[in-house]
Structures are given as structure tokens and as C-alpha cells.
């Protein structure tokens, strides 16, 4: 049986000869001058979305977190294991990054795991526990829109997370007291597969409008 990621290698040697060469001087440039993102991005570990295909973003411009349903969960003043939370305390307060960017997608796997019984189990727990980020969304999504229509309430449910994100960020201390400062900007995306198309939430008028 041959392994999937053969393929992979073929592509590295690829980017080493042709990517590589004509960037050289930039990631050199990235080495001497160490990395200062232009963004913190949250996004979904969904392998259809590719952050820096979606935004256009080159090396050094994306510092970038990747879990499941691309939620974060509320700030707790312990000193547990956190990877989200570490990541964006670093984003923050040590590489002082302006912008966060919560990007959400559709035919999310998290999401549509919401609305689906998935039984507690000694291999599963930790995805478990973790989906638990999703249910406020989808309680505000049930209790507002038609239940009928299953693919319209999860890309409801999909959009709706996004916003419970962001609220989610607010509860750390460095962002929000960057963001009450006027140092730091949160921005809720949602990114269609079907059309490539990037919408973000308006907090002024509640609803989703063309990123471009």
C-alpha cells in the first residue's frame, strides 16, 4: 500500500526549485528581521481551507492558529495546557499584532457535528468537550430560524459561531484591553467554499457584507 503524502515530497522539491529560488531574498530577509504579522488568523483545520490562498497573504504576514470549528475558548486564569490561548496571548502581547481575524467557512465539519448525537467515548473525549464551543451558536440558531431547512440553519449556525468567537477573544485580558485602547481590531470572516467569496460581520447592522 502506497502512503498518501508520496505526492507531498514531490511537491517540496518543487517549491525548493522554483518557489524558493525566486523568494530567496525574502525569506532571508524573514530570518534577519524575525516575523511581524500583519494579523493574528483563526481559522478552521478543515483541509479545503488554506488561509494564505484565500487572503492572497505571503510568508510573514499571517501568524495563524488552526483547530476544529475554529472556535476559542473563554480566557482561564489557570496554568493548564491551552494551545489556542497560548497562541494568541504570543500574537498579542509579544508579537503585538493590530488585527484579529475569526474565520469561519461553510459545510463546517464542527458545526455539522453540533446537530449530530456523537456518543462520548475513551478515543473521543477531548472532541467532545471541545464542540461544547458550538452550542450557544447552534441553541441561538435552533431558536431563530426554520429547523426545516437543515443546510440554511447550518450555515446559520456557522455564521453565528463566528460572533460567539469573538466574544469568546474579549474575555482575555490583553485583547480586550488592546481592543479598549484602540490598539487592537477584531474582525468576524466567513468564508464560502462554493464561490470563494469572503463575507464579514458588520456589528452595526448585525448581518454579513462583502469583503470586497
Known amino acids: 500500500m502506497h502512503s498518501k503524502i508520496e505526492g507531498f515530497a514531490k511537491g517540496h522539491a518543487a517549491f525548493r526549485q522554483v518557489k524558493f529560488k525566486h523568494n ?6 524573514l530570518v534577519e528581521e524575525g516575523q ?29 492558529i488552526r483547530n476544529i470549528g475554529n472556535f476559542v475558548a473563554p ?6 495546557f491551552h494551545a489556542t490561548a497560548a497562541a494568541i496571548e ?9 488585527d484579529i481575524i475569526v474565520c469561519g467557512h461553510s459545510h463546517c465539519g464542527a458545526i455539522g457535528a453540533l446537530y449530530n ?17 458550538g452550542h450557544e451558536a447552534k441553541k441561538l440558531a435552533i431558536a431563530s430560524y426554520d429547523k426545516d431547512d437543515r443546510e440554511s440553519l447550518l450555515r446559520y449556525t456557522e455564521q453565528l459561531s463566528v460572533i460567539f468567537q ?13 481592543v479598549d485602547g484602540g490598539k ?29
Open 90 to 98: 504570543y500574537a498579542v502581547s509579544v508579537l503585538e499584532i493590530s
Open 75 to 80: 480566557f482561564k486564569p489557570d496554568e493548564e
Open 36 to 64: 511581524h504579522p500583519k494579523a493574528l488568523f483563526i481559522g478552521c483545520s478543515d483541509s479545503r481551507i488554506m488561509p494564505n490562498m484565500i487572503t492572497g497573504s505571503k510568508p510573514g504576514d499571517l501568524f495563524i
Open 117 to 133: 448525537e456523537i456518543p462520548k467515548t475513551p478515543e473521543n473525549i477531548h472532541t467532545v468537550k471541545w464542540l461544547e464551543l
Open 24 to 29: 530567496q531574498d525574502r525569506f532571508k530577509k
Open 166 to 178: 469573538l466574544d469568546n477573544l474579549l474575555t482575555y485580558p490583553a485583547v480586550k484591553k488592546g
Open 184 to 212: 487592537l481590531f477584531l474582525h468576524g470572516w466567513y468564508y464560502d467554499i462554493e464561490d470563494g467569496k469572503i463575507t464579514y460581520y458588520d456589528d452595526e447592522t448585525y448581518t454579513y457584507k462583502p469583503l470586497v
